[in-house]
């Protein structure tokens, strides 16, 4: 939502092909959205509405999406490798963002929710 109208992207099972992702979208048999393919544009607030011979019924399901975003730098990595060789003297930089629709930053969260982002070597 991002504090704006709605868009809707998928109607009596048939998807919206006015938004620039419904390429990416599809909906599977058990209602749910799937999303291939996440982006930092697909955070936000997604809500399921049940309609019965146009009649809305029960409560809407609201499900918000948190995307993380985790990028890469070193002293000599090339832009078009998925990953980066560490070696001896050489540096690299991770670094995340949360994109969120909470209006909370990521020490909001850590503070008040006890979310923990934590750097793991699993080589």
């Known amino acids: 939502f991002r504090h704006s109208a709605g868009v809707e992207l998928i109607a009596g099972g048939i998807k919206n092909k006015d938004t620039e992702r419904h390429e990416r979208l599809s909906l599977e048999s058990d209602c749910s959205l799937n999303i291939k393919n996440v982006t930092e544009e ?3 607030y997604y809500t399921c509405q049940q ?3 146009g009649q809305k019924q029960g409560p809407d399901a609201r499900v918000l ?3 993380l975003h985790v990028s890469v730098s ?11 060789e ?3 003297g050489r540096s690299v ?3 995340c963002q949360l994109y969120s629709d909470t209006g909370f ?19």
């Open 93 to 95: 930089t991770l670094s």
């Open 105 to 123: 930053s990521c020490d909001d969260w850590v503070r008040s929710e006890g979310v923990e982002l934590l750097w793991v070597n699993q080589a």
């Open 42 to 44: 697909d955070y936000g």
């Open 86 to 88: 560490i070696s001896p």
């Open 51 to 53: 309609y019965v011979n």
């Open 65 to 67: 999406l948190h995307v």
């Open 74 to 84: 070193s002293s000599s990595s090339s832009s078009s490798s998925s990953q980066t």
